[in-house]
């Protein structure tokens, strides 16, 4: 499967972002999606997750209540809704799948994710 991530920019703190990924190539049931992130001179970090049926999700602690992750399997698309960004959230953002099983499996590490997506810039100005 391909994945395309867009929706990055810039934005103050206190703003919002909304980070879209469209899947191509294989039906997109059945791939539990995730977010990652990448700061300069940082691991790539765990964002938040959703399973193909959207039943669960998981979040990054620094990121719940603030974050909303959804999916529309007819549109074959994973969202991201940022709110009330602060300058910690800088960063390149990536999203990814991995196909699974259950349809409320989920994945939260980065090497249980087989295909990524080429990242989109976040930066949150104080």
């Known amino acids: 499967v391909q994945l395309q991530a867009s929706g990055g920019g810039l934005v103050q703190a206190g703003g919002s972002l909304r980070l879209s990924c469209a899947a191509s190539g294989r039906p997109f049931i059945k791939y539990a999606m995730g977010w990652f992130r990448q700061a300069p001179g940082k691991e790539r970090e765990f964002v938040a997750g959703i399973s193909w049926s959207g039943d669960s999700t998981s979040y990054e602690d620094s990121v719940k209540g603030r974050f909303t992750i959804s999916r529309d399997n007819a549109k074959n698309t994973v969202t991201l809704q940022m709110n009330s960004l602060k300058p910690e959230d800088t960063a390149v953002y990536y999203c990814?799948?991995?196909?699974?099983?259950?349809?409320?499996?989920?994945?939260?590490?980065?090497?249980?994710?087989?295909?990524w997506g080429q990242g989109t810039q976040v930066t949150v100005s104080s």
């Open positions: 990814a799948a991995d196909l699974v099983w259950g349809a409320r499996d989920l994945r939260v590490g980065a090497p249980e994710y087989d295909y």
